[in-house]
């Protein structure tokens, strides 16, 4: 299956420019099968009767397409035909946010203490506004407790959690307000339908009348949820019910989006639909904080933190990564690689 996609698979390199633009430009534009950020170039399947010279008038400055060798997925995806050519649609219903480059999520030596047990030990990060920041780490790290004391769920035991200008500490309410967070597991009300989640979830956030009504209606054309309203949430397939839980996190247009592990579980087309909205909500302004699990997926993000035995032990750009790991030896490396590299480097140096 992989070779049906040989010589159509390529690495568009060199990008100084917005990548999620660019490769909205290209989803839409209909040239593409596939197409996924990697890092700081653009991963695309061309459609078949397609060459990388029918992608010239798209490229600007020193950008170049290069070839690359074909993934499973790449096949998986043009075999059931391709991603969408249309933008999702739900950036379209977001009012765009004035980008100032400010500080809007940051944390200061924050500590979690279970008993005798660390859960998260001094992390500090500081999150720019428009910015996808990426959690990555292996299951216990201290992810999802850090995620929980950002969204004021969970208080730090010391350090200091600041969101959108306001201290989780002290005004944890006003923050919430400003932060949308879909949580690791489904946590919505399985004994509700598909209607009354959409409806519990914009009254506990405030929405009311005529506003209410349209935000609903929005929703349920944005995820195609006509088919599914009178469903209990306990009934839907999983890929629908992360779908609800995205949509409800998003009732009242928060400024600040916490996504921990938004796909997992779900299928490749599906992964494609939502960071299809989350790169369309960045680009509106919003600011993304996100934990996965996939390589690939943390490719898409402008920063990443490595969470690894409660301690942050890294972070930076995809690429400053990769590059550490290219620093021990290793050819062309993944983030895959990086990652491996940096926890194992850890781990000696601790030893």
Known sequence: MTERVQDRVFLIVGIIRNRRDLLSKLITEGHVSDGVIQGS??????????????LNSFLEGNEKIIPASPRFEDAFIDELGGIPEENAPLAQNVARIPQDNKIVVETKHLVKKYGSFTAVDDISFKIKRGEIFGLLGPNGAGKSTTFKMMCGLVSPTSGTAIVAGYDLRHSSSLARSKIGYMAQKFSLYGNLSVRQNLEFFSGIYNLKGEMRREKIKDMIEIFSFEPYLRLNADELSLGYKQRLALAC????????LFLDEPTSGVDPLTRREFWDHINGLVDKGVTILVTTHFMDEAEYCDRIGLIYRGKMIESGTPEELKEIAAHKGIENPTL???????VEGYDSKDE
């Open 336 to 342: 895959e690689d990086a990652f491996i590299t940096l």
């Open 249 to 256: 996190s998003l009732m009242h247009s928060p400024e600040i």
């Open 41 to 54: 170039a653009i991963r695309i399947v061309l459609k078949k009767g397609k060459t990388p010279d029918s």
